[in-house]
């Protein structure tokens, strides 16, 4: 392995502090000139000492006092420095040194090589940036939960070394062209999401700066509602029926409930009697309509999960959907749970109004005060004023 000391580093420092001296060697006994490169040379050594790109910079201005050879020559001789200076610490893009040396070209032609390496750099990253072709692939499905967290894997191939910026905000580099990373993020409400994964390219000076968009395999956002509706089919699928006894049969009873081991003995209809079950079915109002879809998706989740955990302990709920046209009932039992809940999103509306304006909304809604009922659901600023005494408010 080289000694560190033969290294690209001091080789351009130990240049940068000794071009003042062959300036200074070329323009005396000519005034300006060698003043110039004396003061450079100064500066050099001292205030210059932690900055690279202004410093060669002055190097150029110096140089410019010389006769036009050997300014001419100088020029191109300083070309290295100012690239090495540039990937130290530039803050310009590749128009702002392309300004400056246009500039200093028309003041000075023999300053013209400094604007050709310029120029000649930016065109160069600029085409083999523009030929890259990143690619993202990632699940070939990615499906997600509205409110839920997700975390996936996406594998980046950017066909140069670049920073990546995720969905999620967070920036990764790509040094070798490709980066596999996890993303984790969230989505508020339900839908298609394609969101653009960006790739910007910067050549080693920082001059050049280059951005793709690459399009993100689609992120299925499925609303809370059915995650809700989903966990609620599994909550009454696995209610345990405990039978206390049994009671002889009525008309309307549910032939579901009937105790065929108990008939099979006293030869007549009977009904069985189950352990911890309402007598009556749950009442629950639910008001169907928010000022945004993300409202409305809580509501519905809520009412969901409230009628899955009612029907797990009788056999049918009472749902009053208040919506802005009236209300409606729907009877909820256990094998029509689903299509109940689906009835009610088929009733549900979206305001699209600013939540800190729902209150003054409200009075513009019909009056359509909800029959009594155990449990009233709807979006906090419209639910409030129709709690009564008695019932459970779940204000979303």
């Given at each position: 392995?080289?000694?560190?000391?033969?290294?690209?580093q001091?080789?351009?420092?130990?240049?940068?502090?000794?071009?003042?001296?062959?300036?200074?060697?070329?323009?005396?006994?000519?005034?300006?000139?060698a003043?110039?490169?004396?003061l450079?040379?100064?500066?050099?050594?001292?205030?210059l000492?932690?900055?690279?790109?202004p410093?060669?910079?002055?190097?150029y201005?110096?140089?410019?006092?010389?006769?036009?050879p050997?300014?001419?020559?100088?020029?191109v001789?300083?070309i290295?420095?100012?690239?090495?200076?540039?990937?130290?610490?530039?803050?310009?893009?590749?128009?702002?040194h392309?300004?400056?040396?246009?500039?200093?070209?028309?003041?000075?032609?023999q300053?013209?090589p400094?604007?050709?390496?310029?120029?000649?750099?930016?065109?160069?990253?600029?085409?083999?940036y523009?030929?890259?072709?990143?690619?993202?692939?990632?699940?070939?499905?990615?499906?997600?939960?509205?409110?839920?967290?997700?975390?996936?894997?996406?594998?980046?191939?950017?066909g140069?070394?670049?920073?990546?910026?995720?969905?999620?905000g967070r920036?990764?580099?790509?040094l070798?062209?490709?980066?596999e990373?996890?993303?984790?993020?969230?989505?508020d409400?339900?839908?298609l999401?394609?969101?653009?994964?960006?790739?910007?390219y910067?050549?080693?000076?920082?001059?050049?700066?280059?951005?793709?968009?690459?399009?993100?395999?689609?992120?299925?956002v499925?609303?809370?509602?059915?995650?809700?509706v989903?966990?609620?089919?599994?909550?009454?699928?696995?209610a345990?029926?405990?039978v206390?006894?049994?009671?002889?049969?009525?008309?309307?009873?549910?032939?579901?409930?009937?105790?065929?081991k108990?008939?099979a003995?006293?030869?007549k209809?009977v009904?069985?009697?189950?352990?911890?079950?309402a007598?009556?079915?749950?009442?629950?109002a639910?008001?169907l309509?928010?000022?945004?879809?993300?409202a409305?998706?809580?509501v519905?989740?809520a009412?969901?999960?409230?009628?899955?955990?009612?029907?797990?302990?009788s056999?049918?709920?009472?749902?009053?959907?208040?919506?802005?046209?009236?209300?409606?009932?729907?009877?909820a039992?256990?094998r029509?749970?689903?299509?109940a809940?689906?009835?009610?999103?088929?009733?549900?509306?979206?305001?699209h109004?600013?939540?800190?304006?729902?209150?003054?909304?409200a009075?513009?809604?019909p009056?359509?005060?909800?029959?009594?009922?155990?449990?009233?659901?709807?979006?906090?600023?419209?639910?409030?004023?129709?709690?009564?005494?008695?019932a459970?408010?779940?204000?979303?």
């Open positions: 392995m080289p000694s560190g000391r033969w290294s690209l001091p080789v351009y420092e130990a240049a940068r502090r000794a071009a003042p001296l062959a300036y200074l060697a070329i323009a005396w006994p000519e005034f300006p000139a003043a110039a490169a004396v450079l040379l100064a500066l050099e050594n001292t205030l000492r932690r900055f690279h790109t410093a060669v910079l002055l190097h201005a110096v140089a410019s006092l010389l006769p036009p050997q300014a001419f020559a100088l020029a001789a300083l290295p420095l100012l690239h090495w200076a540039k990937v130290a610490d530039n803050y310009l893009s590749w128009r702002g392309a300004v400056i040396f246009t500039a200093a070209a028309l003041l000075k032609p300053l013209l400094a604007l050709v390496y310029t120029l000649a750099e930016a065109a160069w990253y600029l085409a083999k523009a030929k890259t072709r990143p690619r993202v692939e990632g699940p070939p499905k990615i499906d997600a939960v509205a409110g839920a967290p997700l975390s996936y894997r996406l594998k980046i191939a950017t140069a070394p670049a920073v990546v910026r995720l969905p999620d920036e990764v580099e790509a070798d062209g490709e980066v990373v996890e993303v984790k993020t969230r989505f409400a339900a839908g999401y394609t969101p653009e994964v960006q790739v910007v910067a050549n080693p000076t920082r001059t050049v700066r280059f951005r793709k968009a690459v399009r993100h395999p689609p992120i299925y499925a609303p809370r509602y059915r995650r809700a989903e966990l609620g089919e599994k909550i009454i699928a696995g345990v029926e405990e206390a006894g049994a009671r002889e049969y009525v008309p309307g009873d549910p032939l579901r409930r009937l105790h065929w108990k008939m003995k006293i030869q209809p009904v069985k009697l189950l352990e911890g079950r007598a009556g079915g749950l009442k629950i639910v008001l309509y928010a000022t945004s879809p993300k409305l998706d809580r519905l989740e009412t969901a999960s409230a009628t899955a955990t009612a029907l797990a302990r056999d049918r709920v009472e749902i009053y959907a208040v919506t802005r046209r009236g209300g409606e009932k729907i009877a039992e256990r029509t749970y689903r299509e809940v689906e009835r009610l999103v088929s009733l549900a509306e979206v305001l109004v600013e939540a800190a304006a729902a209150l003054d909304y009075d513009a809604l009056k359509a005060d909800p029959p009594p009922a155990d449990v009233v659901i709807g979006e906090a600023a419209f639910v409030k004023p129709l709690c009564r005494r008695g459970i408010c779940l204000a979303i």
